[in-house]
């Protein structure tokens, strides 16, 4: 089953559902996938423009990068619901089992691992946006703003599925690590992408 | 051509590339009914369970809502796409056509409309997402978080899409109405949103 082969129509629905996936991760991929498309239709708006000539190389190597990102995005929604399979289980297994404490923390490691990958991922679109933002055709700054605020709400929202999980993890030193990771990204990136969207704002009114 | 219907793949596809359509506006509507969504699945998460039995009534009620305001944001996709066509048009009037200011204005007003009722759809995700995470089950708060940050992403996203096309308009008096309350939902409903969200981070972590 892919969720990123269904319309968008059933993605909402299923989504909307009680079923297991997809899930805040899998809906933060997808997201972020939306938000750097638009990074990508910008590059698309200004190739092959006479005014923009000059960052013509600039932006097709930019473009390369963000069309292998939303790929990477795309992909991230059918992960995050494959890794959050072993969890769901991991939480039928009775509480005097001897071996959930073991299951369970596999599961939520690997439950934990898709998000960590979608927020890399999002820290890695913010990035390219600054750059559609400041090199891509006027006429289509509002799209650079939009989808850096896409991909910032998609960074945030996978950090949320990160902290659910570690939260719950008997090995707190090992959480520690995953949880300053993500403070770092979500610090450094939130912050550029703001500045990124006000700086579309700040032009476009 | 319904853009909901096609997958997530090619709907990513078809924004990434210079086709006029979808463009920020309809990608907005899309962030925002999966951020409705997420809510409704709080809500799916939460019916049924003995733990809520108290606020059953008021989620079903609040679901009934979501799942009406994230068929419309589906709806706004779409509508979007073809209230953009006419402007779209109007930019290739030659700049001497006498005709080409009215044609222009008429067509900015039109493409200025949906973006519009994009933001009001999502400044009710937001209020609906206020109760979601008030009421709705512990087990999924996340979502409720990551929702409202998609809401509010979307929201802002909409609010490009107007601003862009207020700028361009003859008409001073009409694009400051329509500014002023675009800027009244920014102000007060990203504010919600944050306050929401990071309500939702502390119970969480």
Known sequence: MSFVNISATEFVSVLSSKAAVPGGGGASA???????????????LTVGKKKYAGVEADIIALMEKATALQNELLRLVDADAEAFEPLSKAYGIPKDDPDREKVMEDALRTATAVPMDIMRACTRAIDLHVEFAAKGSALAISDAGVGVAFCKAALQGASLNVFINTKSMAD???????????DGLLTRYCALADETFNSVVNRLR
């Open 30 to 44: 997808l997201v972020g996938a939306v938000g750097m498309a638009l990074g990508t239709m910008v590059g698309s």
């Open 172 to 182: 707190r030193a090992y959480a520690e690590v995953v949880e300053k990771e993500a």
